[in-house]
C-alpha cells in the first residue's frame, strides 16, 4: 500500500488488461479483486470492461476472451493502458507452452520494447502445479523484450496472492522518484 503524503503526488487512476489462455481463472480473479469473493465465473466471450475502487483509487480492468480464435483482437485493447496482467493456469502443465507462444507475441511484437509493467499471475496455485519459478523460467520471461514484471503465484478460489499481486503492480505503474 501507499503511504498517505506520496498518495498526494501519485496518480488515482488506472487501467489494465487481463489477458492469458482461455480456463486460466482471468475473471475469477477479477471477481476476486472486486469482491475479495470467490465467484464461480462464466466463460467471457469477447471483451468486457469492470471498474471499481481500490484503496481509494479508481481501476478499470479489462477482461477478454482466451479462446484461440479471439487472440488475434488482443492488441486492439492493448491501447493506454497502464500495465498488463497475464493469468496462467499453473495446475495445466500441457498448455505452458502455448501460453509461452501467446505472451511472447504479445510483448515482443506488439507491445515491443517499453516500460508497460507485466504482471504473470500463476492462477490455481492451490492445486498440484508448477511452481512461480517454473513458469518465470518455462515462460522465458527473462528473454522478453519488456524486462519489468513480476511472477506472482495465487489462488483465485481461495484468495491467495491475489492482492500481492495486484498491489506489486500499482507500485510499478507510479512514477519513479528522481
Not at 11 to 20: D, P, T, V, W
Not at 39 to 50: D, L, M, N, V
Not at 148 to 163: D, H, L, R
Request: some cysteine; hydrophobic content about 35%.
Amino acid at each position: 500500500m501507499f503511504c498517505c503524503a506520496e498518495r498526494e503526488t501519485r496518480k488515482k487512476e488506472f487501467s489494465f488488461i487481463l489477458l492469458g489462455l482461455e480456463n486460466a481463472g482471468k475473471t475469477a480473479f477479477l471477481k476476486r479483486l472486486m469482491t475479495n469473493e470467490f465467484e464461480a465465473p462464466t466463460p467471457t466471450k469477447g471483451f468486457s470492461t469492470h471498474k471499481f475502487t481500490y484503496d481509494g483509487l479508481t481501476i478499470t480492468l479489462a477482461d477478454t476472451s482466451g479462446k484461440k480464435e479471439r487472440r488475434p483482437y488482443w492488441s486492439e485493447y492493448l491501447h493506454d493502458k497502464d500495465g498488463l496482467i497475464w493469468v496462467i493456469d499453473s495446475s495445466d502443465e500441457n498448455r505452458i507452452e502455448e501460453s509461452q507462444v501467446e505472451l511472447k507475441i504479445l510483448v515482443d511484437e506488439v507491445v515491443g520494447p517499453t516500460d508497460l509493467p507485466l504482471l504473470v499471475l500463476c492462477n490455481k496455485s492451490d492445486k498440484q502445479g508448477l511452481s512461480p519459478a517454473a513458469i518465470e523460467a518455462r515462460l522465458g520471461l527473462k528473454k522478453l523484450k519488456s524486462k519489468y514484471y513480476s511472477v506472482q503465484g495465487c489462488s483465485a478460489f481461495k484468495g491467495n496472492g491475489v492482492i500481492d499481486g495486484f498491489d506489486w503492480l500499482l507500485g510499478a505503474c507510479q512514477p519513479k522518484k528522481k
